[in-house]
């Protein structure tokens, strides 16, 4: 059975850093893309950050590119992302997810993904 487990959301004020954990059990992240997705009230929810298996990342819009930070800890079996300089905007549930890479898939889009963790809030104050 597969789980994702993120931690490491909070409330912080605007400026703050944080970093958040997602843990896997049952499939291994090296042989997966993984991707941090947000979800903001009455919104949709968007790709935030991915890693693909090969290693590479991509960021999703200028908002977030220089301040987010995506990594991975193959021996931990972890994916990071590393939140600097966080604004108001950015208070949202997070979610982490696994893709199996295939042909058709695409990073952006969550029907693509097959695992889901429950998602860690994080909340910015201004």
């Known amino acids: 059975q597969v789980q994702l487990v993120e931690s490491g959301g909070g409330l912080v004020q605007a400026g703050d850093s944080l970093r958040l954990s997602c843990g896997a059990s049952?499939?291994?992240?090296?042989?997966?893309?993984m991707a941090w997705f947000r979800q903001a009230p009455g919104k949709d929810r968007e790709l935030v950050a991915a890693i693909r298996y090969t290693g590479s990342t991509t960021y999703n819009g200028d908002s977030v590119k220089g301040r987010f930070t995506i990594s991975r800890d193959n021996a931990k079996n972890t994916v990071y992302l590393q939140m600097n300089s966080l604004k108001p905007e950015d208070t949202a549930v997070y979610y982490c997810a696994a893709s199996f890479p295939t042909y058709a898939r695409t990073l952006s889009r969550p029907s693509d993904y097959d695992h889901w963790g429950q998602g860690t809030q994080v909340t910015v104050s201004s």
């Open positions: 049952g499939l291994t992240l090296s042989y997966n893309n």
